[in-house]
């Protein structure tokens, strides 16, 4: 098993521009989320799914679009990048039990200028 | 609404020191509560969990029991290594399906020889 997988991993947007980060796992977690990690805030929880065809919005879902039609892919698009949105992004999955362990991606270094 | 809070880092130590990272925890139900950890570069993974009151988790010499009176599940070591130098990440799932973690702010801990 490859886990959860990220790409890309670096990547620097202008302002205004659009991009998707990709996430996919191949553990057939029913549970997809994408978190935000910025210095000092700890990670906090953008989008998240319960299962193909179901999305739902998290703590800081501004800005950003998901659509989930696999178990597999969860992709996170950033509509019009913004220099608050330089973070790192990580993807999460999980199975449907809830003590189940999250499994995290590597993450994704963001740079909007 | 659901929150954890943790102690503010950094925690500086030397080797063979003993660690406590004071976690406490706002929430309704019975949450589940997680322990991640993140090397440097690297995503998070788990280090130990604790699923109701009094459970103690356990993994690689770190503990953390899960205290419902005191709503903390504070995280001990009896001797750090200069490998644990990381940053630690207290978190809780609630009790409703579908929801993903809240984390607090982190820690970090650095460990000199």
């Known amino acids: 098993n490859a886990g959860v997988t990220q790409t890309p991993k670096f990547q620097v947007l202008k302002t205004g521009q659009s991009m998707t980060l990709q996430c996919a796992q191949d553990m057939n977690h029913e549970y997809m989320s994408w978190y935000r990690q910025d210095p000092g805030m700890g990670l906090r929880l953008i989008h998240y799914s319960v299962g193909a065809g179901i999305t739902d919005q998290g703590e800081v879902p501004n800005g950003y679009n998901v659509s989930r039609s696999t178990t597999e892919d969860f992709p996170l698009r950033l509509l019009s990048a913004a220099p608050s949105q330089t973070s790192v992004y990580f993807c999460a999955s999980r199975n449907r039990t809830l003590t189940y362990e999250q499994y995290f991606g590597p993450g994704t270094r963001l740079t909007v200028t | 609404g659901d929150s954890v809070t943790q102690m503010e880092g950094p925690v500086t130590l030397s080797e063979e020191a003993f660690l406590t990272i004071n976690c406490t925890y706002t929430?309704?139900?019975?949450?589940?509560l997680f322990w991640y950890v993140q090397y440097p570069g690297e995503g998070l993974q788990l280090l130990l969990k604790a699923t109701k009151a009094d459970d103690k988790g356990s993994n690689k010499g770190f503990e953390a029991t899960y205290r419902k009176e005191t709503t903390s599940f504070h995280l001990e070591k009896g001797s750090v290594q200069v490998s644990d130098s990381a940053v630690y990440f207290c978190a809780l799932r609630r009790w409703q399906a579908g929801t993903a973690l809240i984390f607090g702010k982190g820690t970090t801990l650095s460990v000199s020889s």
């Open positions: 929430a309704t139900g019975y949450p589940s």
